[in-house]
């Protein structure tokens, strides 16, 4: 009986351990960091059940910030954008888990505050669009260059977690 457990057990990790779990770039801006916000954001997306495979604090250079902002640099915006974001430290941060990009996107909420529902991040802890205080891929593509961008491929830590099972069953 024991050994069945053990199989099941077996069965069931191995099920895990080939789930194809998908990974976005999220970053909690300066403005998150300086208002103390870290470990509330952080909470958010633990609490969902995505996992944390990646985090650092760093001060993004002006250079890096145009560079994790490129999509953007007609827009007139782009250079205070970059000013803001290189002004202080940055958690930047890899989650992991079923459908995270696009989930992702809705625990962040609208780009301005004004607009995200009560309820997300930037819509219960944010007032206007130039200091909406995290960042997340807007997409597939996007994640994997964000992800390219900020960590080396030994930043991100492959590991199973006991929760997994319960959470994806
Ligand atoms: P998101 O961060 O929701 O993906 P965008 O990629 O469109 O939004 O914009 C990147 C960031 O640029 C926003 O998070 C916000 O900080 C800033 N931004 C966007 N629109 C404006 C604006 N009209 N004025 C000032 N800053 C803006």
Partial sequence: QEQEAHAAEDKCSLSIFFFQLERTFIAIKPDGVQRGLISEIMSRFE?????????????????????????????????????????????????????????????????????????????????????NIIHGSDGPETAKDEINLWFKPEELVNYSSNAEKWLYG
């Fill in 47 to 131: 609490r969902k059940g995505f996992k944390l495979v990646a985090i650092k604090i760093t001060v993004p250079s002006k250079d890096f910030a145009q560079k994790h902002y490129h999509d953007l640099k007609t827009r007139a915006f782009f250079d205070v954008l970059c000013d803001v974001f290189s002004s202080g430290p940055v958690i930047a941060m890899v989650w992991e888990g079923e459908g995270v990009i696009k989930y992702g996107r809705k625990l962040i909420g609208a780009t301005d505050p004004q607009k995200s529902e009560p309820g997300t991040i930037r819509g219960d802890l944010a007032v206007v669009v130039g200091r």
